[in-house]
């Protein structure tokens, strides 16, 4: 059988949260088109993100190519609240460090998974640090997900090795990341403290075996195309010395195939709307904001005068009538729609109604933007979330910052963001003089983001490199 039709099983292990768990399983789709096997693995409750898909898929052929592999969660060995199996629990509950603590222990079944199923790669997730020595013992290659594009990760690693903040008088001075292709500027206030003190706990420890399971391992698959960040894919092999893939967007896998939600109201209400004319609204699944602010971007809403589509996150929302301007709802009617709960975000992107997107930065929700054309409003929050807003609004000049400041995992009152900053950014982005070049410069990377994934696309050549020396390494 020649090399091409070798059949790979690859096996791929996200950390359970929705944003690590999401681009996976879309990547995992991708090495199906290529006819090779995969396993994600996974723990009870998390399950149900991946069954449809794999059910689904599993109907296409005579042979399953995409197996679920299922991993007791041992909250109970920890201290962990019964039923808290990813990491938006473990953060509405404040229990993330207990929840780390248990995805460490995860480790023994791992093994003993490789050790009966000998795959021929594992694509495990940054946070499982043991997982590059765990594959050795088995001769298995482990390629990282970090999840990040490849301007975070440069940017990150600059600061981790030059720790630029060391020089700064204050917080709030801004310093210059060395040896970046462009001229970054940050603040301490922009990264958490862990990363630029040289203190001694748990995050630095963490943080410091990420980077060493990364080094040792055969790689890193990332969910970006070359397009995008051309500069930052070359530092990142060339400069950094990183074997890496870039095989994105990944959201782009599911177009013709992605299951039908036109039926959800706010599609059809979009359609109801003229082109670029609505503002979506949605700070991915972790992200947490305070009722003040909740009204501040409410009042923000109301005095832009621009249509809009806002989700609120169930834990945020509590009773609306704490944090809802009286007669917002009223006032707003026909205008704006307030979706409490989960919301089809790729394909409220991609409709031509929607004209901006107001985002925490994460690398998901950022890509998808980028890949539906959509500038963007940029309110960082915490994680890589500050160098995405610099990759948006100062290299793509596709956004506009908000005026977010300060890195925090805990929302405060002190990083509240007024009325008055939320909607001067809305009117620029939607109807001031730079809309317009904005709008063209992400039309322009739309375009170049779907041709990466197109057949012979930058994105799917990578890919196919990948598959083909995954198989080179089996004969």
């Not at 590059?132 to 301007?151: C, D, L, M, Q, W």
């Not at 001075?173 to 706990?201: F, G, Y």
């Not at 985002?359 to 994680?383: D, R, Y």
């Amino acid at each position: 059988m020649g090399i091409e039709n070798q059949q790979l099983h690859v096996v791929f292990f996200p950390y359970l949260g929705h944003g690590h768990m999401i681009p996976i399983l879309d990547i995992a789709k991708l090495f199906v088109a290529r006819n090779v096997k995969t396993t994600i693995i996974t723990t009870p409750l998390n399950a149900p993100t991946f069954t449809k898909t794999i059910e689904t898929y599993n109907k296409r052929g005579p042979n399953p190519l995409m197996n679920l592999e299922i991993f007791t969660f041992p909250s109970r060995e920890v201290g962990l609240p019964e039923g808290c199996e990813n990491l938006q629990q473990a953060g509405a509950l404040g229990v993330i460090p207990l929840f780390f603590k248990a995805g460490e222990l995860l480790r023994e079944q791992l093994e003993k998974f490789l050790e009966a199923s000998r795959p021929d790669c594992l694509v495990a997730d940054m946070f499982f640090t043991w997982a590059t020595e765990s594959s050795a013992k088995f001769n298995i290659p482990r390629i990282v997900f970090h999840g990040y594009g490849f301007f975070a990760l440069c940017a990150k690693e600059i600061e981790r090795v030059h720790k630029p903040f060391k020089t700064v008088s204050s917080d709030d001075e801004a310093v210059i990341l060395p040896r970046l292709p462009h001229e970054v500027k940050m603040t301490r206030l922009q990264v958490s403290k862990e990363e630029w003190s040289d203190e001694d706990n748990e995050f630095n420890r963490r943080s410091a075996r990420i980077k060493e399971s990364e080094v040792e391992s055969y790689g890193v698959i990332v969910n970006s195309f070359y397009e995008l960040e051309p500069d930052y894919a070359d530092f990142f092999r060339k400069e950094l010395g990183r074997r890496a893939w870039h095989v994105g967007p990944v959201s782009l896998c599911t177009r013709g195939t992605q299951d039908k939600v036109n039926e959800h109201e706010c599609l059809e209400w979009l359609n109801s709307k003229k082109h670029a004319s609505v503002v979506y609204i949605c700070f991915g699944s972790i992200a947490h904001y305070l009722a003040p602010q909740l009204t501040e971007i409410a009042k923000a809403l109301e005095g832009s005068r621009q249509n809009f589509i806002w989700v609120v996150r169930n834990r945020d929302h509590g009773n609306a009538e704490e944090w809802l301007p009286q007669g917002f709802e009223q006032r707003t009617k026909g205008r704006g729609l307030i979706i409490r709960g989960w919301a089809p975000q790729v394909l409220i992107l991609m409709h031509e109604a929607v004209g901006a997107f107001v985002t925490h930065c994460g690398w998901n929700s950022t890509l998808e933007g980028i890949s539906a054309g959509v500038p963007m409003v940029t309110w960082p929050v915490f994680a890589e979330q500050f160098y995405n807003e610099k990759l948006v609004t100062e290299i793509l000049k596709t956004g506009v910052p908000v005026g977010a400041k300060r890195w925090s995992r805990v929302a405060s009152i002190e990083d509240l963001i007024n009325q008055d900053a939320i909607e001067k950014a809305l009117k620029e982005i939607m109807v001031g003089e730079k809309g317009p070049e904005m709008r063209n410069r992400a039309k322009k990377l739309k375009e170049m983001a779907w041709r990466a994934v197109e057949e012979r696309g930058s994105s799917y050549n990578d890919l196919n490199s990948l598959i083909n020396e995954l198989r080179n390494n089996c004969t």
